[in-house]
């Protein structure tokens, strides 16, 4: 199964110390996993990374809105240009995943997360680790109640991107972020049981992810910066397991406010 991670903090920090530089990155995630739990072997089948853009203070009102996104379907350690681009790139807020496809789901650029959309005034990046069991049929019914535009322009046609579009369309019709992942999660665990469903949402204020039958951990830096990840990073012992059936919600810390990391049961 794919691996994940998003990484909020008060300062800005470069692409690299967060996703190719750690001792056990997304990049060594992506040819040497360690907890699979039996859903493949390696992360090949290409990968994405969102960020927000960081500016100066008052430089802009909307610092939040402003993203960039790379993705490609090779594997991550064949792109030398983003391994260079990665040092020299700086953000308080991304998202990042390495992917290995389904089997019977395209292997296309469009397939890899994070997705990104607008959605309540905000730019959401968006990955899914796992898989929906007795996909396409299983979903039928959930898919049903999007807007047909919403499925016209999917991006892919995998459970990773029907996932998100219900996410989205439900953050657009005014549901709290949070409640949109838990909604979403436990209609499709009840749609198409066995599922895993390890959703990770962020709009580079908050991150808010679940652990559903997939590894998932997370951090809190002294800076208050908050790491969550499919697999620690490193052996810093800041690492905790986020516990099955939980929805993680979490605020970096600032200058002023402390971090605010709040798991739940789903
Ligand atoms: N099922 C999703 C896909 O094929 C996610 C895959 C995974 O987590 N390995 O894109």
């Given amino acids: 199964m794919c691996r994940h991670l998003a990484r909020l903090g008060p300062a800005p920090v470069t692409l690299a110390s967060v996703v190719t530089e750690p001792p056990h990155s997304l990049l060594v995630q992506s040819y040497a996993p ?25 430089y802009s009102t909307e610092v939040r809105s402003r993203t960039a996104l790379y993705r490609r379907d090779d594997p991550m350690w064949t792109d030398a240009s983003f391994l260079d681009l990665a040092r020299a790139v700086e953000t308080t807020a991304l998202v990042a995943a390495v992917r290995s496809a389904t089997v019977g789901m395209p292997v296309s650029t469009a397939a890899c997360a994070p997705f990104r959309g607008e959605a309540g005034g905000r730019t959401w990046l968006f990955s899914h680790n796992g898989v929906v069991r007795g996909w396409p049929h299983s979903m039928a019914g959930l898919a049903a109640t999007l807007p047909p535009v919403d499925l016209l322009t999917l991006e892919a046609a995998t459970d990773s991107a029907l996932l998100w579009a219900l996410v989205r369309a439900r953050i657009a019709a005014g549901k709290d972020p949070a409640d949109a992942v838990a909604g979403v999660a436990s209609d499709a665990l009840a749609a198409a049981p066995g599922s895993r469903l390890n959703l990770l949402l962020s709009d580079g204020d908050q991150v808010i992810a679940t652990a559903v039958d997939h590894a998932l951990s997370h951090r809190v830096d002294p800076d208050g910066a908050v790491t969550v990840a499919s697999e620690p990073l490193d052996d810093d012992p800041a690492w905790a397991p986020v516990p099955e059936g939980s929805l993680l919600a979490a605020r970096p810390g600032g200058v002023h406010d402390p971090p605010v990391v709040t798991v739940a049961a789903l």
């Fill in 34 to 58: 360690a907890d699979m739990r039996g859903g493949g072997t390696v992360n090949a089948d290409g990968f994405g990374v969102g960020w927000y853009v960081s500016e100066p203070p008052g």
